[in-house]
């Protein structure tokens, strides 16, 4: 059972490049979320989708946008890359419901040069 | 909007002493959540409180959730280098979303 996979897992790209970051989820789970995390920040929210079909933004929007291909994959594109988004970027997903867990991707780690 | 603050944001302890974190969150929460995040990891679900006043014990870990659901904390009695990593707290704001605090990162001398 893979859980929850993130591609890549390291990437480089120069300012105003874009690139989209892969998440899937064998779970079964109807939310899936897209955080960054910067040092001293915590985890930020960028985005969240509670359901195929439906997104919404989160803490951090600006310069992201989200695909919820099917309850499976939650894509998150930079169209234009820029250094202050480089940072570590976890997918998450989980159970529909306020009390359940949240199951995290290894992360991707990515520099904005 | 919600704000989930935590502190400490750093820790050092000797290994055997304790370690607390606080979380505070700015809106009354339905339920909180801990993670615990290895150096180089990604964050893993420790425990979920509900409960106004409720308190539960993992191990060396005691988690307790304030009366009136907008305060936390993480106490760990004497402290061993794998509990080394950074600690989370995080509350949903509706039914879908899930706000995360700043985080506590620890470290453990031996």
């Known amino acids: 059972n893979a859980g929850v996979t993130q591609t890549p897992k390291f990437q480089v790209l120069k300012t105003g490049q874009s690139m989209t970051l892969q998440c899937a989820q064998d779970m079964n789970h109807n939310s899936m979320y897209w955080y960054r995390q910067d040092p001293g920040m915590g985890l930020r929210l960028i985005y969240y989708s509670a359901s195929e079909g439906t997104t919404d933004k989160g803490e951090v929007p600006n310069g992201y946008n989200v695909s919820r291909l099917n309850k499976r994959e939650f894509s998150l594109r930079l169209e234009s890359a820029a250094p202050s988004q480089t940072s570590v970027y976890f997918c998450?997903?989980?159970?529909?419901?306020?009390?359940?867990?949240?199951?995290f991707g290894q992360g991707t780690r990515l520099t904005v040069v | 909007g919600q704000q989930v603050m935590q502190i400490p944001q750093y820790q050092h302890v000797q290994e055997g002493e304790d370690f607390t974190t606080y979380c505070n969150s700015s809106t009354t929460l339905s339920n909180i959540q801990w993670y615990k995040q290895r150096p180089g990891g990604h964050p893993v679900f420790l425990i979920q409180?509900?409960?106004?006043?409720e308190v539960k014990k993992q191990k060396r870990l005691t988690f307790q959730f304030g009366e009136a659901k907008k305060n936390s904390s993480l106490h760990i009695t004497a402290t061993q280098t794998t509990d080394v990593g950074t600690y989370f707290c995080?509350?949903?704001?509706?039914?879908?979303?899930?706000?995360f605090g700043t985080g506590t990162r620890l470290t453990v001398i031996p």
């Open positions: 995080a509350g949903p704001t509706g039914a879908n979303n899930l706000f």
């Open positions: 409180l509900v409960k106004s006043g």
């Open positions: 998450a997903s989980r159970r529909a419901g306020s009390s359940t867990e949240a199951f």
